[in-house]
């Protein structure tokens, strides 16, 4: 089976600039997950989708960040302004099964660099 | 609230050494336990999971690990590493009653020649 897509794969903006990264989750998944990985750390939640309904965003810093899921498939997380300290690596997953003890597939992730 | 704790920020290796990667999670009901490994610029993949049965859990590559309930650990072992090991290595816990994985903050695992 065909794997999580994201684009772009590297990104760099000026702090104030606006970005969005793309996800296609693998087919038929229904559960969608972003996460932010700053270096040296391990990845945290930012927003979970089941279909195209939000289960979970209580991380995501709603003033500069957003994220839809319009069609219940692919996702888009928008982030504006960008500051400094939103360089990271933006991972996309996806669960096949509606059960919390099946594991996540990883997209490559998007490296997103503010200067 | 769950959490995870990986002890180790990094551990080098010697080829064909023995390997342990501790981790330690605290939750208030029952978890599920996950290793994941992420080699440079790609995605997290699956090691391994514990769902419930058998405490000693076998993944890919030659990994397994142990469910300590009491000691409430999920420690990661290899009994020989290759160089192709050397990577970062995230334990993860779901808890029931939603579907949020949390990591810990990983374990660089670098095996030298």
């Known amino acids: 089976e065909a794997g999580v897509a994201q684009s772009p794969r590297y990104k760099i903006i000026e702090k104030r600039q606006s970005v969005a990264f793309w996800c296609n989750p693998i087919?038929?998944?229904?559960?969608l997950y972003w996460y932010q990985q700053i270096l040296g750390q391990g990845p945290k939640l930012l927003i979970q989708?089941?279909?195209?309904?939000?289960?979970?965003d209580s991380q995501l810093p709603k003033d500069r960040f957003s994220a839809e899921r319009l069609k219940g498939v692919d996702s888009t997380l928008k982030i504006q302004p960008a500051k400094l300290e939103d360089s990271a690596v933006y991972l996309c997953?996806?669960?096949?099964?509606?059960?919390?003890?099946?594991?996540?597939?990883f997209g490559n992730g998007t490296r997103l660099t503010v200067t | 609230a769950q959490s995870v704790t990986q002890l180790d920020s990094q551990v080098p290796v010697f080829e064909e050494a023995p390997v342990e990667l501790r981790c330690n999670y605290s939750?208030?009901?029952?978890?599920?336990l996950f290793w994941y490994v992420q080699y440079p610029n790609q995605g997290l993949q699956l090691l391994l999971k514990y769902l419930s049965g058998s405490t000693l859990v076998k993944g890919i590559n030659g990994f397994e690990a142990e469910f300590n309930k009491s000691q409430t650990s999920f420690h990661l072992r290899k009994p020989s590493v290759h160089i192709s090991d050397t990577a970062e290595y995230f334990c993860?816990?779901?808890?029931?009653?939603?579907?949020?994985?949390?990591f810990g903050a990983g374990t660089r695992l670098f095996v030298k020649a």
């Open positions: 087919s038929g998944h229904a559960t």
């Open positions: 939750s208030s009901v029952s978890v599920y």
């Open positions: 997953a996806s669960r096949g099964e509606a059960l919390y003890n099946s594991p996540l597939h």
């Open positions: 989708f089941q279909n195209n309904g939000v289960v979970d």
């Open positions: 993860a816990v779901s808890e029931g009653g939603g579907f949020k994985t949390i």
